[in-house]
């Protein structure tokens, strides 16, 4: 049997994609404090992990999944990251699925070939958390979507499977709302009122069991005694449209500077007025095109509305703006070079920056640190300003110098340790003078002659204020840990007869 080289191309796309995302698993380092969180949470005995996912802010279905994962495979970074691969490569074949079937074979191969270089892509599959089983999901929904309401003859079994499929997404990540809001609007369009009670029908069940935990966890994180999800940090993110900025980096083949994006979305802009110019010269329109823009488009508008600059809450639109882009390049590049050419041009910047960018997270630069300052003849401890930061610090640190953590009353007077991270990993630290010089006094600071200060400056308290109240002076420039965030270390010495 012969096999011509197009048979060739797909196969080849996948293999490319495989390779990229284990190179970067086996390069990205030590478990972010996601990841780490994932990691621990997993392992618990069965009642415990049940309760723990019900305080949990996002769905379980990922958690779920690495606990019988785990079952078979060995705990560690390598094997709680080969799933994120796994469905990562997957999601890749059914975008070209997506495309060969609603567009044309090639805009398949370039959507596969997109996805499969996407930088941010290749970051998620290397990264041990639910977000490509969840793109995997929201991609797998589009197929049999596009099947059911926008192909003739489908199959009743299709139907089921979309329910089910939707259910899981929801299971996997909240934003999954909007694969249902786009997909009732899909339905709508059909003007069939016979469909949209079958649509109906269909979702319900898929609604009701994921509002059997949806509903518990957010009455406990919204009006629970002592909750204020008005901290939570995705809530409070600087109020500037510029912070949007980082979210079109990261679709747009990120990591990426501010000209490559401004290279990248002016590109777009004119690919996609082209595009339209044409549908109109054609007089033709493919509603699949417009469904898929829209899964892209509305999280995105939804979340400049709502001022959630963060990645996660657009993340459901990367594979939709993927296939946007493919339709795009096929119809203005007549050359299959000139495909070539934009696919890598728009990529590879991408990848050399995210690869360079390893490892994300290195805890032997804090034990070197600690190594390189310890003095046995002082009285020396390490404080973190975030107490979250345990679990991390209980698996990487091994350093001589003892660390401790801030800790606000709420968190202190929670009897569980695992339950006070669970139910307050999102908040946004804040404590007044009192309740700081209260854990100051409390954990005899005044003793030390010595004190390094991690700071985790997205969320962790602001101690400097305390501490230098109490005579704590800092020695020199912070240092760049290169742990799980945007962290620093600083060398602080005790100024003694200093009276808070």
């Not at 690495?66 to 560690?76: D, G, H, Q, T």
């Not at 509603?287 to 999280?299: H, N, Q, S």
């Not at 070079?337 to 630069?365: A, N």
Request: hydrophobic letters at 50%.
């Amino acid at each position: 049997m012969r096999i011509t080289t197009k048979k060739l191309i797909l196969p080849l796309i996948l293999l490319t994609a495989a390779a990229l995302r284990l190179a970067a698993v086996l390069s990205v380092g030590d478990f972010t404090w996601d990841e780490m969180f994932s990691f621990t949470y997993s392992q618990k005995p069965w009642l415990d992990s049940l309760t723990f996912w019900a305080w949990e802010t996002n769905p379980p279905l990922h958690l779920l999944l690495l606990k019988l994962w785990f079952y078979v495979f060995p705990a560690n970074e390598f094997w709680q990251r080969l799933p994120s691969l796994i469905f990562g490569v997957l999601t890749v074949w059914w975008l070209y699925k997506i495309g060969r079937g609603w567009f044309s074979a090639r805009v398949g191969l370039i959507a596969a070939a997109l996805l499969a270089l996407h930088p941010y892509h290749i970051f998620l599959s290397a990264f041990g958390r639910g977000y490509t089983l969840f793109l995997m999901l929201a991609v797998i929904s589009l197929y049999y979507f596009l099947r059911v309401y926008f192909s003739p003859g489908y199959r009743r079994s299709d139907l089921v499977i979309l329910a089910l499929i939707n259910g899981l997404a929801l299971f996997t990540h909240l934003t999954a709302v909007f694969l249902f809001f786009v997909e009732t609007i899909g339905v709508v369009a059909v003007f069939s009122k016979e469909k949209f009670k079958q649509w109906i029908c269909a979702m319900l069940p898929a609604i009701l069991v994921t509002g059997a935990w949806i509903a518990p966890s957010l009455f406990y994180k919204f009006f629970s005694s002592g909750n204020n999800m008005g901290q939570a940090w995705f809530f409070n993110f600087k109020d500037s449209p510029i912070y949007l900025l980082s979210t079109l980096k990261i679709l747009f083949f990120g990591p990426a500077t501010n000209i490559l994006l401004a290279i990248n979305a002016t590109l777009f802009l004119c690919l996609l007025f082209f595009y339209f110019y044409q549908l109109k010269k054609e007089g033709r329109i493919n509603p699949a095109f417009f469904l898929i823009f829209l899964l892209f488009f509305i999280p995105l508008l939804s979340a400049f509305i709502m001022k959630l600059w963060n990645i996660k809450f657009s993340i459901i639109g990367l594979p939709a703006l993927v296939i946007v882009w493919a339709v795009l390049i096929e119809k203005a590049a007549a050359k299959n070079w000139l495909k070539i050419v934009l696919i890598l041009g728009l990529t590879s910047t991408g990848i050399l920056m995210l690869f360079g960018s390893f490892p994300l997270s290195d805890w032997r630069t804090v034990n070197r640190y600690a190594l390189g300052h310890y003095q046995p003849e002082k009285k020396q401890i390490i404080v973190h300003n975030d107490f979250i930061y345990r679990l991390l610090v209980d698996r990487y640190y091994h350093g001589p110098i003892p660390v401790i953590f801030f800790q606000t009353e709420r968190v202190k007077n929670i009897d569980d340790p695992d339950r006070a991270i669970i139910t307050t990993n999102y908040l946004m630290y804040q404590a007044d003078e009192t309740e700081e010089q209260k854990w100051y006094e409390e954990n005899k600071l005044n003793d030390f002659d010595e004190m390094f200060l991690i700071a985790e400056k997205t969320m962790g308290a602001s101690l400097f204020p305390i501490l230098e109240k109490n005579g704590w002076i800092n020695q020199d420039r912070p240092v760049d840990l290169l742990v799980a965030s945007d962290q620093q270390i600083f060398r602080l010495n005790k100024q003694r007869n200093v009276k808070p």
